[in-house]
Nanobody, 119 residues
Framework: QVQLVESGGGLVQAGGSLRLSCAAS????????MGWYRQAPGKERELVAT??????NYADSVKGRFTISRDNGRKTVYLQMSSLKPEDTAVYYC??????????????WGQGTQVTVSS
């Protein structure tokens, strides 16, 4: 069993910053990809950023404003969000592609954390 626990969401004014964290725990042999997705009211869930051992990927809408980073030792991924805009308002979900100690590959999601940007 693998769990992802997010923290760091909240309310911030436009132009402000927030840092999200997501810690993975459980029967983890290796985490291949960690990332963040978001879902705004009435919209589909969309990719924000992902990171592997040697690359990162960002949605065009957040490039230059958001930075994803990863601490492999702590099995934690971070999302530093700067220059926030009202359109960044959404529930942010942590995502991980994990291989367990039993050799099973799976995709896991966190419970989500609300980010609200006021204008």
């Amino acid at each position: 069993q693998v769990q992802l626990v997010e923290s760091g969401g909240g309310l911030v004014q436009a132009g402000g910053s927030l840092r999200l964290s997501c810690a993975a725990s459980g029967s983890i042999f290796r985490i291949n990809v960690m990332g963040w997705y978001r879902q705004a009211p009435g919209k589909e869930r969309e990719l924000v950023a992902t990171t592997t051992s040697d690359s990162t990927n960002y949605a065009d809408s957040v490039k230059g404003r958001f930075t994803i980073s990863r601490d492999n030792g702590r099995k934690t991924v971070y999302l530093q969000m700067s220059s926030l805009k009202p359109e960044d308002t959404a529930v942010y979900y942590c995502n991980a592609h994990v291989r367990t100690w039993r050799g099973v590959d799976g995709e896991y999601w966190g419970q989500g954390t609300q980010v609200t940007v006021s204008s």
